[in-house]
């Protein structure tokens, strides 16, 4: 099978969730329903069934972050997974958020 199953996908929604958490990641009333302090600023943060969508307060005058393309323009810096996502590219995504913790 390619793609998961609902209730494949609503455990994957829950671990990405749990990771973040574990990240230190807060409860936030927007959107994105996470937000983390981070060097560049606050992150919002939103667990996906494939994905984490980010996007920066301000967009940090980097040119590059690692894990995923940064949007120079809007600060979103999403990290997409594959149809059917494995352990391994949500412990790439979260490494990558690690990195830009105070």
């Not at 994957?12 to 994105?32: H, M, R, W």
Request: aromatic fraction near 10%; include cysteine; charge should be positive.
């Amino acid at each position: 099978m390619r793609t998961q199953t609902p209730k494949q996908a609503a455990a994957f929604k829950e671990k990405v969730t749990k990771a973040l958490i574990a990240l230190g990641a807060t409860a936030d009333d927007t959107f994105y329903g996470y937000r983390l302090n981070t060097i560049y600023g606050g992150l919002r943060l939103s667990p996906g069934e494939n994905s984490i969508r980010t996007s920066f307060d301000v967009v940090p005058k980097v040119h590059c972050l690692s894990g995923a393309s940064l949007n120079p323009y809007s600060g979103k810096w999403n990290h997409e997974f594959s149809m059917k996502p494995t352990q391994e590219q949500l412990d790439y995504a979260i490494e990558n958020i690690r990195r830009i913790l105070p």
